[in-house]
């Protein structure tokens, strides 16, 4: 596996979510947990190991460094709420990018990217720990790029303007893919803090108020000066 350095998140990683979905993959479940190690390499050559031949879990590999690991997952508590694709829109004005971003260059969130090049997803505030985003995908996305889309609204659903944090775990569902075009509400929810640990949920709905996916996770709080070093 090759992650293109196109799909990064910090500079010189990978962006967590799509390198979790790109992961889950190669598990043949539809709710998995994928846990990241270490930050993932870009454009070099990565190897999956399976425990066994029912591909229960899956590794990532940079040499013998274990980059990441999936396996069946499972989540037990409701879908965080919809909301109208309007409100979504009227949230990303208020998107804490614009004042700062830890990782201005990241492919879903980055305020950098170029339209058509990353997601540009800005989730901003809905109500008291929840923030919402919308998305119009140009075409019909990869599972993995819900993946993606699933993954920063969780972070910014907490202050990580001001603390910045990657993504640690991620339990990810992906039911369907959107339509090319379809207007589409993610949103993320701040769960609770534990010390440098968030747990976040996040959702992304269609333009029938149908669940695409879901997602739990965990964010580390981290120094961006030192990570990845």
């Known amino acids: ?67 990441a690991e999936a396996l069946a997952g499972a989540i037990v508590v409701p879908p965080i ?20 971003h830890p990782f201005p260059g990241c492919f879903v969130c980055g305020p950098e990217r170029e339209p058509g090049d990353g997601l540009r997803l ?25 993946w993606a889309a699933l993954d920063c609204p969780g972070g910014w659903s907490f202050d990580v303007a001001e603390r910045p944090a990657v993504l640690g775990t991620m339990t990810g569902q992906v039911m369907d893919v959107p339509e090319a075009g379809e207007e589409c509400v993610v949103l993320g929810f701040a769960r609770s803090r534990e010390g440098r640990k968030m747990h976040a949920a996040t959702a992304l709905y269609g333009a029938d108020g149908r669940l695409l996916g879901r997602a739990e996770q965990i964010w580390i709080e981290i120094d961006p000066e030192r990570f990845g070093g």
């Open 122 to 146: 800005e989730p901003g505030p809905v109500a008291e720990g929840t923030v919402a985003a919308p998305w119009v995908p140009e075409r019909v996305p990869e599972r993995e790029l819900v």
């Open 81 to 100: 709420a919809p909301v109208p694709f309007e409100r979504a829109v009227e949230a990303a004005e208020k998107y804490r990018a614009a004042e700062y």
């Open 1 to 67: 596996m090759i992650i293109d350095g196109r799909f990064h998140g910090p500079d010189g990683s990978g962006n967590g979510g799509y390198v979790a979905g790109r992961l889950a993959g190669r598990v043949p479940f539809d709710t998995v947990t994928v846990t990241l190690r270490q930050p993932p390499p870009l454009d070099t050559e990565l190897a999956v190991t399976v425990d066994d031949e029912r591909g229960h879990s899956a590794r990532l590999w940079h040499g013998d460094r274990l980059i």
